[in-house]
T-cell receptor, first 112, second 112 residues
Framework: KQEVTQIPAALSVPEGENLVLNCSFTDSAIYNLQWFRQDPGKGLTSLLL?????REQTSGRLNASLDKSSGRSTLYIAASQPGDSATYLCAVTGGSQGNLIFGKGTKLSVKP | DVKVTQSSRYLVKRTGEKVFLECVQDMDHENMFWYRQDPGLGLRLIYF???????EKGDIPEGYSVSREKKERFSLILESASTNQTSMYLC???????????FGPGTRLTVT
């Protein structure tokens, strides 16, 4: 059974720092991996989608990488800002029904 | 932009009431999903649907049912609400397993 783990559960950094969020998964047979952002009390906003054949995707200050063979993905945030404070979730699509399996998220706090 | 809307942001119901949560998407997506999100447990899939009038159980379907009479609309029904169904409910839609999944803003349901 696919399991997705995100470490650390919480992270606090000063504004301006570059940071990396980690995601690992146990079964490499995935269609794709998706990173989401969730603000308190709100829904999930899709940040990046990496197909299983891709190694990375970039959007603005965000860069996500995927290493299927080792079951790892990282989300790199450059020059962090207080507005980046949120919970970041990763999820993989796989299995017979192609549904998303979520990690429990990393709660990021960027201090001014 | 893909839009997934949910009928209510906040809802307070009494134990034993029948509760309807509505979700509408505007991108002609085949797949729609209902999740609940609880602290420490993450997102858990309740039900999903691949097409009109089709439904599949997710990980925690007990106490819930769903209805999909039109492609754009997916309803979650709590036949007899209980206090342990107090949670954040999130709806999502997706074109195929290879594409991004988009989420609605969520409904915070409190059952008293």
């Amino acid at each position: 059974k696919q399991e997705v783990t995100q470490i650390p559960a919480a992270l606090s950094v000063p504004e301006g720092e570059n940071l990396v969020l980690n995601c690992s998964f146990t079964d490499s047979a995935i269609y794709n991996l998706q990173w989401f952002r969730q603000d308190p009390g709100k829904g999930l906003t899709s940040l990046l989608l990496i197909q299983s054949s891709q190694r990375e995707q970039t959007s603005g200050r965000l860069n996500a990488s995927l290493d299927k063979s080792s079951g790892r993905s990282t989300l790199y945030i450059a020059a962090s800002q207080p507005g980046d404070s949120a919970t970041y979730l990763c999820a993989v699509t796989g299995g017979s029904q192609g549904n998303l399996i979520f990690g429990k998220g990393t709660k990021l706090s960027v201090k001014p | 932009d893909v839009k997934v809307t949910q009928s209510s942001r906040y809802l307070v119901k009494r134990t034993g009431e029948k509760v309807f949560l509505e979700c509408v998407q505007d991108m002609d997506h085949e797949n729609m999903f209902w999740y609940r999100q609880d602290p420490g447990l993450g997102l858990r899939l309740i039900y999903f649907s691949y097409d009109v009038k089709m439904k599949e159980k997710g990980d925690i379907p007990e106490g819930y049912s769903v209805s999909r009479e039109k492609k754009e609309r997916f309803s979650l029904i709590l036949e007899s609400a209980s206090t342990n169904q107090t949670s954040m409910y999130l709806c999502a839609s997706r074109g195929t397993p290879f594409y991004e999944q988009y989420f609605g803003p969520g409904t915070r349901l409190t059952v008293t």
